[in-house]
């Protein structure tokens, strides 16, 4: 398997025995595909910017008073080759290369570009366990059953999720169509933490862990956190999530479940500002920190 060296890397992490494939459990995958985005693009620039970014992100984390990528070591692949394949072609080649990763007994990490692509990352997660929840911190609902006409738009991302029957727990909404609130107001497989009712409950995370079965899987979308923590999203909402807020919900869920894999999506950067990439490359590796006090 090709993965990147130190100067490309996840963390420029310097010595090769803890970013070689076959030592690593951490596997960073990253998943350039914009195809649909409908207001401002660049988001297939953002998982080089992430990965750019987190060469800065310090090694040691005082949180756990641990070097992270020390515990089971982190591989960086090269980027996916999306020529010739768009919409549904897309989706099936994200899904068979992600499931190369999880056969291997890899943990993997997956940056991607539009929400698109978190179809194709749950897919062999949806295989291996029978009741997976898939736990989307995000602006947009993105129910949407097609969006344009396709139904592999970023607007119909979770739709397509639910396509696998999983069970969806909503965090940090506060941007959606009418049909998209009657789907879930119906649906007993959805559960919605909007973004106002989070504001006035101070339980709201004991509610989404028990919203969540056993075995999770995080989608994050940069747009859930509030524009002045990430600014560099496609379709930025006031009212986000503060940074600790989704932090705290993160170490909650991967302290009290079984997190299979997550993602990190949609951001797409802005000239002259290196914040939103470099706080979502500290948060990815906040994040394998958590896991590798459980595995």
Not at 51 to 77: H, M, R
Not at 190 to 215: M, P, Q
């Amino acid at each position: 398997m090709k993965y990147l060296k130190t100067k490309d890397n996840f963390l420029s992490i310097p010595d090769e025995k803890h970013y070689n494939y076959k030592d690593s459990k951490f596997v960073i995958q990253q998943a350039p595909y914009e195809h649909t985005s409908s207001y401002l693009a660049g988001s297939d620039k953002g998982p080089k910017a992430i990965v750019s970014a987190s060469q800065f992100v310090e090694l040691y984390d005082e949180e756990l008073d641990q070097e992270n990528y020390l515990k089971g070591g982190i591989c960086t692949l090269p980027p996916l080759n999306f020529k010739h394949k768009v919409d549904k072609k897309a989706v099936d080649y994200i899904a068979e290369q992600t499931e190369k990763l999880v056969a291997d007994g890899k943990f993997v990490v997956s940056i991607g570009a539009e929400h698109t692509v978190t179809a194709g990352f749950v897919k062999p997660f949806a295989k291996r366990y029978k009741n997976l929840t898939v736990l989307q911190i995000d602006a947009h609902s993105d129910l949407r059953e097609s969006y344009n006409d396709n139904k592999f738009s970023h607007a119909s991302a979770m739709a397509r999720v639910r396509d696998e029957k999983v069970n969806l727990v909503q965090v940090g909404i506060r941007a959606q169509c009418i049909e998209e609130s009657e789907l879930i107001k119906k649906s007993k497989n959805i559960h919605t933490f909007y973004a106002h009712y989070i504001r006035e409950n101070d339980k709201w995370i004991e509610e989404v862990l028990k919203a969540c079965t056993k075995d999770v899987y995080i989608t994050i979308d940069a747009d859930g956190f509030d524009p002045s923590v990430i600014p560099a999203v496609g379709t930025a909402e006031p009212n986000g999530l503060a940074y600790m807020e989704g932090v705290n919900l993160l170490k909650r869920i991967i302290a009290t479940k079984n997190v299979v894999g997550f993602d990190v999506v949609e951001c797409a950067p802005m000239k002259g500002s290196i914040l939103s990439e470099y706080t979502l490359a500290k948060l990815i590796y906040k994040m394998i920190g958590y896991i590798t006090l459980k595995k």
